[in-house]
């Protein structure tokens, strides 16, 4: 049985009474607070409505105190005496006057005649704003945001002097410095709310305030609202002052409840305590009759031989309680005489029933009815007919029949039905006997469904083995059939095998013919004078033609793959050259696709293996293909590495991952069997035949290696290419040469791609360089202090997000200790560098690293800077002379001058200053430019009259139209469309960076 926990009566009746005490206590309180809290909630919500009402009167006459000044101002006969007599101080005078009371307010006069603003104190403020009120009077802006600052009100009205108006005034109200900021001072409890354009503003600190309106009040003038996520309160809407409300945080409402609460805490403390004593003293008076019949009945329970004592009581229910007890202690004593017997029907673990002549159970044991899946009370209530199919029915009845006939004993099998409609086996054992007067069946009932069923398991075996000869002899038959179609299927497949072999080679052929034609032309251009970067452009395109030549040699490799006849070669080879050679063939790809594409070979990895280079090569030209045809966005990496191997070899492991759309883990090993595709889909899409990963699968097998591929974590593929390569021990000349020559050099990297950083670093450690990364050029030179060392070389990217990188490299110069840092530029393009050759010059850059970087490419520059190798003369651009332009600089402001100046200082230009456009226009007729830079704002005549007036003389003169560059702190497309219109060549916005200038000047000069 389950233990369950027992009380005493006197602790439940105590319990019970100090409840209903609590409860009534509890619910009277209840009610006394709820109304107390409902008064105490509308006192709030009046004073919440007195003080709003109080805060909008009060900046209601602020308000109008400021403009009934203003209209004192606009009267004043000295002021307007002043404005007609066209004299300054006398104004200023007066109107300092009025910058006395109230605080927060400052007045404005504009004079008609020269647009001239006087103000009544010296502080800054907002001219356009001010203006645009003084020049529509009347005018009136109530609430005001300028920009994102705070909230001004403005007013203005003409000043006239009889019928004419000879000027306006304007009075501009400043809520943060005026007299009322102590009134409406912001606090965690209260603030002025001012709602513009269906967005909530603090009114003194213009602050947008996250509020999120709730239910209103009866009256519709108190709000529920939240600001933020934790700040709720009360907001009261001023009808005194459209869109002002005044908030009121809940804080100060909570803080009257929590008082009334340890108010009241003690009284509820003491009526609690009376209810608990009062309870008591009943509990004791009812249950002591209780205990000495419960003490009697727990003898009782123990064996002790007894009787429950007959005590009278005043409680009648006492007295009938001890009655029942009596009677139900005799009616135990009689049956525990039929426990025994009950033990052991009930313990038989075959069914035991008695049923009457009908076929109706009268007892049951409950030991052996489960095995039919009904309980004890089911059995009861069914006939030994209901328990076995239909068919056996007519046969047990004619067996009950002879049993009472006289036929004392029988035994026989019978199915039976059990309660999950399974056919159960059972062995029936009946005889005839007398019980409560009346001739019933006695049976006990066996299952034997088990021997039943291994009986028939045992017959269906042997059916199945004569069955199963059967079929065996007609399969020997069919076997010799299907090996006679499976040799002519052999046959076939030799002979279209030798078909496609001859088809290859033939297509292969006609492939070569004109391919031969583009490497030969392209070998014919590379022996002209080129450029550097016109060079790598040609190496680029002639390695893509090997690299398709190649291919075309791979598709005839995979019959000699499968037919085993593929030779790999065994030579010495640079896996720097040849991972060079690779990123050129792939950079063009992956830079039209915007992608981050990085082939790196690991610093500590050696240079010189021995191996078969073209298939190598071939495996990463596979590999990189893939990744970058299957990946949109993102980046495509190639990191090399080198593990030693066994019997002095070398393990060459190679990883290209992708950030592309990766392949189903269920494609895994197919997408390196002939013409298999991760999915098929994408072969419309991206193309290609599926033979590129199972010809790598085969070259890397024989070059005992091993391939395989998985699923990355962020998006995409990686492919994993262990090949075992030959070790060469030779000394390595360009280690020791690269070594020598960045020896304990300070060199500061900036790059916003913190991968390209980090292996530029890694490498030049390894040669011996001191190295510093940065991800930007503002962090490099301004937030780290470390930057001011002694960095002799800095290696900076072409393209820093927007910005061309050397647009800022003066500033970094400043920030160095060496006085001419060596610059080296990394290429954020296929070729050298993205800048041409007159710009490098200008900014004294002395090498460059092509994109992607490689550690050779490094290498290449590095040396090339530092180094005395052939490495020098091949990559060394060819001196390129600037023309010494005339250029006529139209600038009114003299800083601006300098600047420009400071910018063309290290250029052959000759450079000639106009301060406005006038004096432009006649240093333009009087001198021969070559080009012109003109400020567009300037005083008197700005600078698209400047240029109007400079096309028109070139078109009376028939002159040829000199380029005018536009210099404008307007960047908008309007402003450019107008500087176009007006002449302009060129457009350039402040401010202006010295890469956009000379680029600008040699775009209208080359």
């Known amino acids: 049985m389950r233990n369950t926990s027992s009380y005493k009566l006197s602790t439940l009746v105590a319990a019970a009474i100090c409840g209903m005490a609590i409860v009534t206590a509890l619910a009277m309180g209840g009610v006394f607070s709820y109304s107390y809290f409902s008064t105490l909630k509308n ?55 009025y910058d006395q009371a109230p605080l927060g307010i400052d007045f404005f006069v504009l004079r008609k005649d020269d647009g001239r603003i006087f103000t009544s ?187 429950i004592p007959d005590r009278d009581s005043r409680i009648s229910e006492i007295n009938a309680l001890g009655k029942a007890l009596s009677s139900m202690l005799e009616n135990l004593r009689r049956t525990r005489g039929l426990e025994q017997y009950q033990f052991f029907f009930d313990n038989v673990d075959d069914l035991v029933c008695i049923t009457d002549m009908d076929g109706l159970f009268i007892r049951v044991n409950s030991g052996g009815a489960d095995f039919l899946g009904y309980g004890r009370d089911e059995f009861l209530k069914k006939t030994v007919f209901e328990l076995v199919p239909p068919y056996e029915r007519e046969s047990l009845r004619g067996l009950m029949n002879s049993l009472f006939a006289g036929n004392n004993s029988l035994q026989f099998e019978c199915p039976a039905v059990a309660k999950s409609g399974e056919i159960v086996y059972t062995d029936v054992r009946s005889r005839r006997i007398t019980y409560h007067g009346q001739d019933v069946l006695l049976s006990v009932v066996r299952d034997v469904t088990d021997r039943k069923r291994d009986e028939e398991e045992l017959q269906h075996y042997a059916a199945e083995l004569l069955k199963a000869k059967e079929i065996e002899e007609r399969n020997s038959a069919h076997m010799a059939d299907t090996l006679k179609k499976l040799e002519e299927a052999m046959t076939r497949a030799e002979v279209a095998n030798r078909t496609k072999s001859e088809f290859l080679a033939q297509m292969s052929h006609e492939i070569r013919t004109p391919m031969n034609s583009i490497l030969g032309m392209a070998d014919m251009l590379t022996d002209t004078r080129l450029t550097s970067e016109q060079r790598n452009y040609v190496s680029i395109f002639r390695d893509s033609g090997k690299a398709l030549l190649n291919l075309i040699d791979d598709i005839l490799d995979l019959s000699k793959i499968e037919s085993g006849k593929l030779t790999l070669e065994h030579t010495k080879f640079n896996i720097d050259d040849l991972v060079d050679e690779v990123a050129g063939i792939m950079s063009v790809s992956a830079w039209k696709k915007n992608l981050i594409f990085a082939c790196h070979v690991d610093p500590y990895c050696p240079s010189f293996f021995e191996g078969d280079p073209t298939r190598i090569k071939q495996i990463l030209v596979n590999l990189l293909s893939n990744a970058i045809k299957f990946t949109d966005s993102g980046s495509v990496v190639l990191e090399i590495s080198s593990s030693p191997g066994s019997q002095g070899k070398t393990i060459l492991n190679m990883i290209v991952r992708d950030s592309g759309i990766g392949i189903s883990e269920e494609k895994f090993k197919d997408i390196f069997e002939n013409f298999v595709q991760a999915d098929s889909s994408t072969t419309r899409k991206y193309g290609g035949t599926g033979l590129g990963l199972s010809i790598t699968r085969n070259l890397v097998e024989l070059m005992n290696g091993h391939i395989d591929v998985r699923n990355v974590s962020s998006g995409g593929a990686e492919f994993r290419t262990d090949i075992e390569l030959g070790s060469i021990d030779e000394i390595e000349e360009d280690s020791g040469l690269i070594k020598d020559a960045m020896k304990d050099r300070q060199v500061l990297v900036v790059d916003e791609r913190g991968q390209v950083r980090d292996y530029i670093c890694k490498c030049l450690r390894e040669w011996g360089a001191h190295c510093m990364a940065s991800g930007d050029l503002n962090f490099a030179c301004v937030q780290n202090e470390s930057c001011r060392s002694n960095a002799e070389l800095v290696i900076v990217s072409d393209l820093l997000g927007e910005e061309d990188g050397l647009s800022e490299i003066e500033s970094i110069k400043a920030r160095l200790n060496s006085e001419n840092p060596v610059l080296c530029t990394l290429s954020s393009s296929p070729g050298v560098s993205s800048n041409s050759p007159e710009i490098n010059n200008i900014f004294g850059v002395k090498g460059s690293v092509h994109w992607p970087v490689t550690r050779g490419g490094l290498r290449k520059a590095m040396l090339g800077i530092y180094g005395e190798s052939s490495i020098d003369a091949e990559s060394r651009e060819e001196t390129v002379e600037l023309k010494p332009l005339r250029i006529l600089v139209v600038e009114d402001s003299e800083n601006n001058r300098m600047l420009l100046g400071f910018f063309l200082k290290d250029t052959p230009f000759r450079l000639r200053y106009a301060t406005n456009g006038n004096e432009a226009v006649n240093m333009y007729r009087e001198n021969n430019f070559d080009l012109v830079l003109m400020d567009i704002q300037m005083p008197g005549k700005d600078g698209l009259d400047a240029t109007r007036e400079i096309r028109a003389y070139e078109w009376e003169n028939g002159y040829p139209a000199t380029p005018i560059v536009a210099l404008t702190a307007n960047a908008r497309e309007e402003d450019r469309k107008d500087c176009h219109k007006a002449g302009c060549s060129g457009f350039l916005p402040k401010p202006i960076k010295k890469i956009s200038l000379i680029k600008e000047i040699l775009r209208h000069s080359l």
């Open 43 to 97: 006192e709030y919500h009046d004073r919440v409505r007195a003080e709003g009402q109080e805060a909008s009167l009060e900046l209601y006459s602020f308000l109008h105190r400021a403009m009934a000044r203003l209209g004192e101002l606009s009267k004043d006969n000295s002021i307007r005496v002043a404005i007609m007599m066209g004299v300054d101080y006398p104004l200023s005078e007066k109107l300092s006057e």
């Open 121 to 307: 104190s010296p502080r800054p403020f907002d001219e356009p704003f001010i203006q645009s009120a003084l020049e529509n009077s009347p005018h009136r802006c109530s609430f005001c945001r300028v920009g994102d600052g705070d909230f001004m009100t403005v007013f203005s009205l003409p000043i006239r002097s009889r019928s004419e108006i000879v000027g306006s005034a304007a009075c501009l109200v400043d809520f943060s410095r005026s007299e009322i900021v102590t009134t409406f001072q912001n606090s965690h409890e209260s603030r002025m709310v001012l709602f513009d354009q269906g967005k909530a503003y603090d009114l003194i600190s213009g602050e947008i305030l996250p509020l999120v309106m709730g239910e209103s009040s009866e009256n519709k003038e108190l709000i529920n609202v939240r600001i933020g996520k934790e700040q709720q309160g009360i907001l009261y809407r001023s009808e005194l002052v459209p869109g002002l409300a005044y908030f009121v945080s809940d804080a100060r409402f909570n803080s009257a409840l929590k008082r009334t609460f340890w108010l009241l805490l003690p009284l509820f403390g003491v009526v609690i305590g009376l209810c608990i004593v009062v309870s008591i003293i009943l509990s004791s008076k009812l249950t002591r009759p209780l205990r000495v019949i419960t003490a009697s009945a727990e003898d009782i329970s123990e064996g002790q031989e007894g009787d």
